[in-house]
């Protein structure tokens, strides 16, 4: 069975610090890594998806990459703001079965970057 | 253009009562997804559906859940005789075929049984 985990589990920064959040999964056996925003009491966002054959990609400050054979990637985060503060997860969506698709989620990064 | 919508947002309801919970997919969207988030646990996937059919009912915790969807568009979760352990936010997501496609997640149903 696919396990996500995240590291950290909460990371509170100051206002223009870069971040790095780390996501590892066990089976590499992967379509492809989602990395999601989830605000409180709100549904989730999709940040970045990496296919499991391309090794990062990038939208604004935000870059993911992904080292399939090792079971891990990260998200970076540059020039962080308080509008950044979310919870961060990871997900993977894996081959196998009969669903296509089907996310396994890690328990995400609280962040918190304060001014 | 239109997102996916869930209906109720909230729900509370009392131990042992029946509940039914609504996704509105993207319009276009053939494959449908139910995931669960239960307070300190991560998400966790329910059934998915490929059009109207479910061949992936792994996920769902016990037969008083149940789902259906109709003319490949709207679903209903159906919680039977609904617990206290049945409290979560219920988050449903449709991607356009399923497999390496996005993933576009509702705002989700937050239920309490009390």
């Known amino acids: 069975k696919q396990e996500v985990t995240q590291i950290p589990a909460a990371l509170s920064v100051p206002e223009g610090e870069n971040l790095v959040l780390n996501c590892s999964f066990t089976?590499?056996?992967?379509?492809?890594l989602q990395w999601f925003r989830q605000d409180p009491g709100k549904g989730l966002t999709s940040l970045l998806l990496i296919q499991s054959s391309q090794r990062e990609q990038t939208s604004g400050r935000l870059n993911a990459s992904l080292d399939k054979s090792s079971g891990r990637s990260t998200l970076y985060i540059a020039a962080s703001q308080p509008g950044d503060s979310a919870t961060y997860l990871c997900a993977v969506a894996t081959f196998g079965g009969s669903t296509l698709g089907r996310l396994y989620f890690g328990r995400g990064t609280q962040l918190t970057v304060w001014p | 253009g239109a997102g996916v919508s869930q209906s109720p947002s909230n729900k509370v309801t009392e131990k042992g009562k029946d509940v039914e919970l609504r996704c509105d997919p993207i319009?276009?969207?053939?494959?449908l997804y139910w995931y669960r988030q239960s307070l300190g646990q991560g998400l966790e996937f329910l059934i998915y559906?490929?059009?109207?059919?479910?061949?992936?009912k792994s996920g769902l915790p016990s037969d008083r859940f149940s789902a259906e969807r109709t003319g490949g568009s709207v679903s209903t979760l159906t919680i039977q005789r609904t617990q206290q352990e049945d409290s979560a936010v219920y988050l449903c997501?449709?991607?356009?075929?399923?497999?390496?496609?996005?993933?576009?997640f509702g705002p989700g149903t937050r239920l309490t049984v009390l």
């Open positions: 997501a449709s991607s356009l075929n399923g497999g390496v496609d996005t993933q576009y």
């Open positions: 319009s276009g969207h053939t494959a």
């Open positions: 089976d590499s056996a992967i379509y492809n």
């Open positions: 559906f490929q059009g109207n059919s479910a061949p992936d």
